[in-house]
């Protein structure tokens, strides 16, 4: 038993109220000096937890540390596997990492990697993507393969559905929308993104299994973000006491959707309401070139059906658009 794990579940568990040291002595079988060692390592690690005599230990509810202990309360049945990180390179990198570790046949599958703070987070294309600590909050899934690569490509389509109902449920700011295929934006501006990776099997060639990377901007102040995309970047505005609860919604709802991929048409109904591209005029970019289009649906199989300027019509699978005079 790890004490000072124990001793921090005890207290999210009853969190903005004070715990008797003896009470957690007695529930943990410990000493009362182990229980008072463990709140002090607690303490040295930032989490604000007040104490007195004859006032036991309290952990602020406004405590916004991302941990297991603070996550646990929220999942609504047994939670995943998790890996916490408070700073880390990238948490799809941390992924690829354990994948590449596993012994044949043991890939972690289900296992969530979660960080405070990236410090080389990458977005699509191998851009550079923007990760600083505030309260946001960086996930990577670690995810069985679909039946196919179409179903596989549903992923990131399944991940920004989840993204948006978890918005739903926690906050209060403007309903979010998606710019194709995984972008979300909020009062016209970006808030979180999205990077699907196939691992190959080199022996095989086929898919051996799909790292999905979530980033949420949480309570980033505008100065946050490199100037240059300041214009387009933006930020969800969110109690501190939410954060682990917010986290926990996404990580349940991401694992559920993204579990069960053999029905695309409710998925694509959610996807559809959300989007925020149909019926806008749009550049279709395709490396240092962009074409004008106008995007005018999108396929049960998350394709977009496009009509550019000289009245072809065309579909993308995938690559990247811009919506003209939004960003």
Not at 27 to 34: E, G, M, Q
Not at 272 to 280: L, Q, Y
Not at 311 to 318: D, N, P, T, V
């Amino acid at each position: 038993m790890n004490i000072r794990e124990e001793t921090l579940r005890a207290l999210e568990k009853n969190r903005g109220k004070p715990v008797s040291g003896e009470s957690l002595a007695k529930s943990l079988n410990v000493s009362r000096t182990a229980i008072w060692k463990a709140v002090s390592d607690l303490k040295r690690a930032g989490y604000p937890i007040t104490s007195g005599t004859n006032r036991g230990y309290a952990l602020s509810d406004e405590s916004r540390i991302l941990s297991a202990q603070g996550l646990s309360p929220w999942f609504s049945r047994v939670a995943p596997p998790l890996s916490i990180h408070r700073t880390i390179d990238s948490t799809n990198n941390e992924a690829k990492r354990i994948i590449a570790e596993a012994s044949a046949g043991g890939i972690p599958f289900g296992l969530v990697i979660a960080a405070d703070e990236q410090t080389a987070g990458r977005g699509r294309r191998g851009r550079t993507f923007c990760s600083p600590a505030a309260d946001s909050i960086y996930l990577s899934f670690i995810l069985k393969p679909a039946s196919n690569m179409e179903r596989s490509l549903l992923t990131t389509i399944a991940a920004a559905t989840a993204v948006c109902e978890t918005i739903e449920c926690v906050c209060e700011d403007a309903p979010p929308r998606i710019k194709w295929v995984n972008d979300i934006f909020m009062d016209g501006k970006k808030v979180c993104g999205i990077l699907t990776e196939a691992i190959s099997d080199i022996e095989s060639g086929g898919i051996e299994a799909l790292v999905l990377g979530v980033g949420v901007n949480i309570n980033v102040p505008e100065t946050a973000f490199p100037k240059e995309i300041r214009r387009v970047a933006g930020s969800i505005r969110l109690p501190a006491r939410d954060r682990n609860r917010f986290a926990a919604v996404l990580i349940e709802r991401t694992l559920a959707v993204c579990g069960d991929l053999s029905d695309s048409k409710p998925l694509m109904e959610h996807y559809r309401r959300r989007s925020m591209i149909v019926g806008k005029p749009i550049h279709v970019i395709r490396g240092a070139q962009k074409e004008n289009a106008i995007a005018l649906a999108i396929g049960d199989d998350g394709s977009l059906a496009v009509e550019y300027a000289n009245g072809e019509r065309g579909i993308l699978h995938s690559g990247e658009v811009s919506i003209l005079n939004a960003e």
